[in-house]
C-alpha cells in the first residue's frame, strides 16, 4: 500500500487559488512595467515561479492573462460603486455614479486599459468568459437600476429594462471607443461625452 499523501480536495483548490493569484499579480506587475504588448508569457509564468506550461492552466494566452488581470478589478469596482450608490438619486446620477468609478479605474494604468477594451471584442478563454459572464451581470444590475427609475416615474413603464440596459451600456463603450481612438482623453469621455449621451438616452425612455 502506497504511503505517499495525497492532498485533500480542499487544499488542492486553495493550491490552485494561490497559484492564480500569483499569476495574477505577475502579469499586471509586468504588463505596468514593461507593457502589455512588450511581455510574454514566459516573463510572467518565471515571475509567478511556476513552468511556462502550468500558466496555460489558467489563461488561453497572453490576452487571457489580460483578461484575469482586468477581471478582478471590475468586479471589486462595480462591487464598490454599487455599494455607495444615491439610492434616492435621479437615474441619470446613478449611472455616472457606478460608470465614474469604471472610468477612474481605467484612468489609473490608462495604457494596459486602452490595450484591454481593445481586446474586449471577440475574445475568447476561460478568463474572457468570465469577463463576459461579468459583463451580463452588470447589465442585469443596470437593468435594476432602470426597473427602479420606472417606480419613480422617471422611465416609461412600458420600456424593457434589460433593453434599456444594453442601450446605456452600449453608450458607456462608445465613451470608452472615443477615448481609444484619440477623440477624446478619459476624462472629457466622461464629462462631458457619457453624461450628454446617457441624458439623452433617458430623456428618449422618459413616460410620454
Do not use: C
Request: net charge positive; proline share 4%.
Amino acid at each position: 500500500m502506497s504511503t505517499v499523501r495525497k492532498a485533500s480536495p480542499s487544499r488542492r483548490a486553495q493550491n490552485k487559488l494561490d497559484k492564480r493569484e500569483r499569476i495574477r499579480k505577475a502579469a499586471f506587475e509586468l504588463f505596468v512595467k514593461h507593457g502589455f504588448d512588450a511581455t510574454t508569457t514566459k516573463a510572467v509564468a518565471r515571475r509567478a515561479k511556476i513552468a511556462s506550461g502550468t500558466l496555460f492552466l489558467y489563461a488561453k494566452d497572453k490576452r487571457d492573462l489580460l483578461f484575469l488581470v482586468f477581471g478582478e478589478r471590475l468586479r471589486s469596482t462595480v462591487d464598490a460603486q454599487m455599494a455607495t450608490l444615491p439610492r434616492q438619486a435621479a437615474l441619470l446620477d446613478q449611472l455616472m455614479h457606478v460608470f465614474g468609478g469604471l472610468f477612474r479605474m481605467y484612468g489609473e494604468q490608462p495604457e494596459l486599459s486602452a490595450a484591454f477594451v481593445k481586446h474586449l471584442p471577440g475574445a475568447q478563454g476561460p478568463n474572457a468568459d468570465s469577463v463576459n459572464g461579468l459583463t451580463l451581470s452588470f447589465l442585469h444590475q443596470v437593468s435594476m437600476l432602470v426597473q427602479s427609475a420606472q417606480t419613480r416615474g422617471e422611465v416609461d413603464a412600458e420600456v424593457p429594462p434589460m433593453v434599456a440596459a444594453g442601450n446605456i451600456f452600449s453608450l458607456y463603450f462608445g465613451a470608452l471607443m472615443t477615448w481609444l481612438s484619440g477623440f477624446a482623453t478619459l476624462e472629457a469621455a466622461l464629462e462631458p461625452g457619457l453624461r450628454d449621451a446617457l441624458s439623452l438616452q433617458i430623456r428618449g425612455l422618459s413616460p410620454r
